[in-house]
């Protein structure tokens, strides 16, 4: 039985490609409000898992649901629930700031009464208002990154994935950004789910964290809690011992271009 707290409910989550098994049996809950890191080595099924939740791929087996409705069977009202923020860059460059936001508000349905005044209070958000007319070439990564949030939040969602959000950003801007997020969360009731490989962001950030390991969950729980479960005294620390040491490659990212490039286009055809 799924908690009446939780926004996003995964229940015994299976996702097969041909014969390699990407997401083996995953349950968990996201509770409402929450920030939630989601954390694992290159190729670990993060990125698997969040493009189920966001309905670009269907699970094998198993039930997700996200703000009451089924990812699977009711990807309309589950894409209107949710915000996302792309690892890869997605914004058009050829279109000035204000732009890219208008036809974002347009793709989402956002009212047409409303989106003026919902952009500027965004892009006031994100301190871009007085760059709204400039083009996205000129801007650096960290005015970008912004924007995208901004953009990611027009129409409103209940929840706000960022995969990688802070990727390449200086240390001053993955402060702001991260900034920016606590304020959603905390002001709004936003819940955020994100991955990150910097550790140090996921603990001082999420309220809890879970770590995924080849394709499975191999612990959940606050920083606390993990620490404590691994008898160490930081989240690296309990990290590496649960997902050791060696390298990995970086067959999730590689395998999941094609994916990506079919998640942004969607995207666009959504309206």
Partial sequence: ????????????????????KAVRDITFEVKKGEIFAFLGPNGAGKSTTIKMLTTMLKPTSGQLRLAGHD???????????FGIVFQDPSLDEELTAYENMEL?????????????????NLMELVELWNRRNSLIKT????????LEIARGL?????????????????TQTRNLMWDYVQKLSHEKGMTIFFTTHYLDEAEDVAERIAII??????????????????????LEEAYLQLTGRALRDES??????ALNAKMALRNRRLR
Avoid: Q, W
């Avoid at 974002?104 to 500027?120: C, D, M, Q, T």
């Avoid at 801007?139 to 912004?146: A, I, K, Q, V």
């Avoid at 390991?213 to 930081?234: N, P, Q, V």
């Fill in 252 to 257: 999730e990212a590689g395998n999941n271009n």
């Fill in 1 to 20: 039985m799924t908690s009446e707290k939780a926004i996003i409910s995964a229940k015994h989550v299976v996702k097969t490609f041909d014969a390699v």
């Fill in 71 to 81: 990812v699977t069977k009711e990807r309309d009202s589950a894409r209107k629930a």
């Fill in 139 to 146: 801007f650096s990564g960290g005015m970008r990154r912004r």
């Fill in 154 to 170: 027009l129409h409103e969602p209940k929840v706000l994935f960022l995969d990688e959000p802070t990727l390449g950003l200086d």
């Fill in 104 to 120: 974002h508000a347009s793709l989402y349905g956002v009212p047409k009464a409303k989106r003026a005044k919902r952009i500027e």
């Fill in 213 to 234: 390991d080849k394709g499975s969950i191999i612990a959940i729980g606050t920083t606390t809690e993990l620490c404590r479960l691994t008898k160490t005294t930081t």
